[in-house]
């Protein structure tokens, strides 16, 4: 990062601290900042690793300022920003606009995911903001998989736990779980009684030729057929005595209508394909998403949609289906898509099962996936994406969700409770002449009450390359004390730690050469191999540490020999 770039970090961040904390009447939050100054400013994201050391320093001094002084600076920064604010209704501190005609205890909304896999990254938005406006209003929130397409989007069986699970970690609960395939009869009895209002015709077209037909504005010779007729082939289709792509059902609509999609849409069509669960594996007559969601919907007492701004197709589709039962369509709101351009693999359930498949990614929670399950095993918590979901808001336009958001939320919530550890990558060997036999750094340099960690030293340590002084030069072997390069060893100097702080003698981590523990640290990049002092071994699975000049990791697995630990960020 260049200067001219850091000048425009801090400036940008010193007028989102200072907005987050006039709004919010309290010190600001690094995370609240990061979010939004990475959305509005997409060229800091290739500096992602960066912005956070900028961002801090910026924030502590903001959170140094007393109200008045924080507001004056701000009149002073960003005069619009503080008319902006004052203009808002006092205490309207949301994250997330207001649902349109909602009232508390009265918004039903629904997570509709289809289980074909385990969710990706961009998946988590929806049960975040959802969870968070059923939270705001006291509402209920339905869990419904869709799950009736079982040969182009067949369902894994292990997603369904696998996306419950997700939804927990991220801090919501359904008050209803339901699977679309065990209401397979609720919709065949919906089918008829919308063809007995004459909304619906079985038709044999060939797809090719009802195309022609549609985009044209012509009706397909089966419009017209009575319903009787159509009530008896719709009962064949259920039966299963029609091929797949032989007969479909058809919503009839507007054959006319500007939009060629909304033209006498498929309501039911054969798949041969058993479903995968069981219980819904007799079943040939399956009802598309548009049908089988605008049914349940209703008969859910769903209030409010929030939904991608590419389905809004489905919405008025599905408005056609309400007219004809009576019935009051459910408020809206589509927003753009989630774009994030930290991962090599692309955001796609389809890509990331085939690149498991393949054997090119360990599983949906290697660290190089951009999935939940990914961020969870590196120790991400899942309040920390939460909140950077919900801070992107509910826009139409397509968002980029910056990484660093969510690294900065999570360091947040871990950095005082996680102690600190040396990890060493490509050590180079350092005999030690001199000096005390073993190191004491601090267990967490905030927490004096947590002690000390003893680290053998046993004549020589290991460094990293870019460590080793010139000859002569001196450097800090931290909790151990000064050395100088002298003769390829390291010559103690002492512990008057006035050397760093007047001559500016660089800090830096080691391990003892001989006493050490292997550690295979797997990172977004790939695996790093390295060498930590002996502590290490004695850390549970689960737990975090941050080796210190690295970052953040979650202890994963103590096999014989070797800790494998996965990096969270830095």
């Known amino acids: 990062m260049d200067d001219d770039l850091r000048e425009r970090v801090e400036h940008e961040a010193e007028r989102h601290a200072l907005l987050n904390a006039v709004k919010h009447g309290e010190e600001a939050d690094v995370g609240a900042v990061i979010g939004p100054l990475m959305g509005e400013n997409p060229d800091f994201q290739e500096h992602g690793d960066e912005v956070p050391g900028v961002v801090a320093p910026v924030v502590s001094r903001v959170n140094e300022l007393d109200e008045e002084g924080r507001q004056k600076r701000l009149e002073a920064l960003a005069p619009d920003l503080l008319a902006d604010l004052e203009a808002d209704d006092e205490g309207d501190d949301h994250p997330l606009p207001d649902l349109p005609n909602a009232e508390d205890g009265g918004v039903r909304m629904r997570l509709a995911p289809n289980p074909n896999g385990p969710w990706h990254l961009g998946s988590a938005r929806m049960p975040a903001v959802i969870g968070t406006y059923k939270d705001r209003y006291d509402g209920w929130m339905l869990c419904r998989f869709d799950d009736t397409d079982p040969e182009t989007k067949r369902p894994d069986l292990a997603a369904y736990d696998a996306i419950l699970d997700a939804i927990d970690y991220l801090g919501f609960e359904p008050d209803e779980v339901a699977r679309a395939s065990d209401r397979m009869e609720t919709y065949y009895e919906h089918a008829r009684e919308l063809i007995d209002l004459g909304g619906a015709y079985t038709c044999s077209c060939p797809a090719a030729e009802f195309s022609e037909l549609k985009n044209s504005g012509e009706a397909c010779p089966h419009r017209e057929k009575a319903p009787e007729t159509t009530r008896e082939e719709f009962d064949a289709m259920v039966a299963g005595e029609y091929d797949a792509g032989e007969m479909v059902l058809r919503v009839r609509t507007d054959i006319e209508h500007k939009n060629p999609a909304l033209r006498d849409w498929v309501a039911f069509r ?6 995968p669960r069981e219980a819904a594996s007799e079943y040939r007559c399956w009802p598309l998403l548009d049908f089988q969601s605008g049914i349940d919907d209703h008969l859910f007492g769903v209030t409010h949609i929030i939904r991608g701004i590419d389905l809004q197709d489905s919405a008025k589709r599905q408005r056609f289906l309400y007219d004809y039962f009576d019935w009051e369509y459910p408020d809206v709101t589509h927003w753009g898509h989630v774009q994030i351009d930290a991962y090599d693999v692309k955001m796609s359930t389809s890509t990331i099962k085939g690149l498991v498949e393949a054997g090119d990614l360990d599983g949906w929670d290697d660290p190089r996936a951009p999935t939940v399950a990914s961020l969870r095993r590196r120790g991400i918590r899942g309040d920390a994406i939460t909140g950077a979901m919900v801070s992107l ?39 030690v002449v001199g000096g005390p036999e073993t190191g004491e750094p601090p267990v967490h340099p905030n927490h004096e009450d947590r002690g000390v960690r003893e680290i053998p030293v046993g004549g020589a340590v290991l460094v990293e390359p ?14 151990y004390g000064c050395v100088r390069h002298t003769r390829d060893a390291f010559e103690f100097v002492g512990t008057d730690i006035d050397i760093v702080r007047e001559e500016g003698v660089p800090v830096v981590h080691w391990v003892p050469a001989d006493d050490n523990r292997a550690v295979l640290l797997r990172t977004m990049e790939g695996d790093v191999e390295g060498r930590a002092e002996p502590g290490i071994a004695d850390r549970e699975p689960n737990e975090m540490v941050q080796f210190e000049r690295i970052g953040f990791a979650r202890i994963d697995a103590q096999n014989e020999g070797e800790t494998v630990a996965y990096y969270a960020h830095s």
């Not at 080793?468 to 909790?479: C, D, H, I, S, T």
């Open 466 to 479: 870019d460590d080793v002084p010139a000859n002569g030069k001196r450097v800090w072997l931290k909790g």
């Open 393 to 431: 808001g509910t826009s139409t336009s397509n968002v980029d969700l910056a990484m660093s958001a969510i690294y900065a939320a999570n360091r947040e919530r871990i950095d005082e409770e996680t102690d600190r550890a040396f990890l060493v990558r490509d050590g180079v060997e350092k005999t």
């Open 270 to 275: 054969m798949i041969d394909t058993p479903h």
